[in-house]
């Protein structure tokens, strides 16, 4: 899931490739599973951060995408670990946003206008 949240060279494709990984029971809230480096599973779990979608979207200012996600139970909450430290949650990098859309959502989302 995240890896689709992630802008790149395919960006027109990544909402439809989310809502095609909603649509089959991909777990919105399930963080990366942090494969990046040839090193044992262990020393991954313990130094690599394990963003969730939402985190990814929400940094890389994508309202469409957080949309999307927010609509489909991601949870904006979620406590973001890096290691033994916590890196913040989804709803921090939102209201932390200099982008007027993410902003509108946040002022939306805080006076309960969305059904989320």
Same mark, same amino acid.
């Given at each position: ?7 790149? !060279? ?26 990046? @480096? ?11 951060? $394990?963003?969730?979608?939402? @985190?990814?979207?929400?940094?890389? *200012?994508?309202? !469409?995408?957080? !949309? ?6 991601? *949870?904006?909450w979620? $406590? ?18 200099g *982008? ?12 309960? #206008? #969305?059904? #989320?």
């Amino acid at each position: 899931m995240s890896a689709a949240a992630r802008r790149g !060279e395919h960006d027109v494709e990544r909402i439809a490739i989310m809502q095609l990984l909603i649509a089959h029971g991909g777990d919105v809230n399930a963080p990366e599973d942090g494969v990046r @480096y040839p090193t044992s599973s262990a020393l991954r779990a313990a130094r690599l951060p $394990r963003f969730t979608a939402l @985190y990814l979207a929400a940094r890389a *200012d994508d309202v !469409e995408m957080v !949309e999307l996600l927010l609509e489909n139970g991601a *949870d904006p909450w979620l $406590r973001i670990r890096f290691g033994e430290q916590e890196r913040g949650t989804p709803w921090g990098v939102m209201c932390a946003s200099g *982008d007027e859309r993410m902003q509108a959502l946040v002022a939306n989302m805080k006076l309960g #206008l #969305l059904d #989320l």
